[in-house]
């Protein structure tokens, strides 16, 4: 993963709090909507990453969307990062927290670029060559 320290951090702690709780599945259904949330409202992702507005104004902001919407876990995690002034990070964080997911459960994610388009016996070659680096 190629995430800041701090983002990796956060991430982790979460994942951990939901393993704790025995919440897994849901704070994973919590980040996948979360992740659509941002991403369908560039209002909400702007405003988040705002550092000029106060924490507490983030605080509210979110525990007013999500309040009942999510896991008492995810929405007290989404207030820490609000109170840490880490609100910012949110995209990034469940960008983490998907990676972690995907992780344990053997899923990993490859992007090859190529300067010409591949044909498909090209690109078949490609995933068996990712699939033996796996192993």
Same mark, same amino acid.
């Given at each position: 993963?190629?995430?800041?320290?701090?983002? #990796?951090?956060?991430? =982790?702690?979460?994942?951990?709090?939901?393993? %704790?709780?025995? /919440?897994?599945?849901?704070?994973? !259904?919590?980040?996948?909507?979360? $992740?659509?949330? &941002? $991403?369908?409202?560039?209002?909400?992702?702007?405003? +988040?990453? @705002?550092?000029?507005?106060?924490? $507490?104004?983030?605080? /509210?902001?979110? !525990?007013?969307?999500?309040?009942?919407?999510? $896991?008492?876990?995810?929405?007290?995690?989404?207030? &820490?990062? !609000?109170?840490?002034?880490?609100?910012? &990070? +949110?995209? %990034?964080?469940?960008?983490?927290? =998907?990676?972690?997911?995907? !992780? #344990?459960?053997?899923?990993? @994610?490859?992007?090859?670029?190529?300067?010409?388009?591949?044909?498909? %016996?090209?690109?078949?070659?490609?995933? #068996?060559? +990712? &699939? %033996?680096?796996?192993?």
């Amino acid at each position: 993963m190629k995430a800041p320290e701090v983002v #990796r951090r956060y991430a =982790t702690t979460l994942l951990e709090a939901a393993a %704790e709780t025995g /919440a897994e599945a849901q704070v994973q !259904a919590d980040v996948e909507r979360l $992740q659509a949330t &941002l $991403q369908s409202s560039a209002e909400l992702s702007s405003c +988040l990453q @705002n550092r000029l507005i106060e924490p $507490q104004v983030h605080r /509210a902001l979110l !525990a007013s969307l999500f309040a009942g919407k999510v $896991q008492p876990l995810t929405l007290n995690f989404l207030l &820490l990062l !609000a109170q840490r002034r880490r609100a910012g &990070l +949110l995209s %990034e964080v469940l960008v983490a927290c =998907t990676e972690f997911f995907d !992780a #344990r459960r053997g899923i990993v @994610n490859a992007e090859v670029r190529s300067a010409i388009e591949l044909s498909d %016996e090209q690109r078949e070659t490609r995933v #068996r060559e +990712l &699939l %033996e680096m796996l192993e």
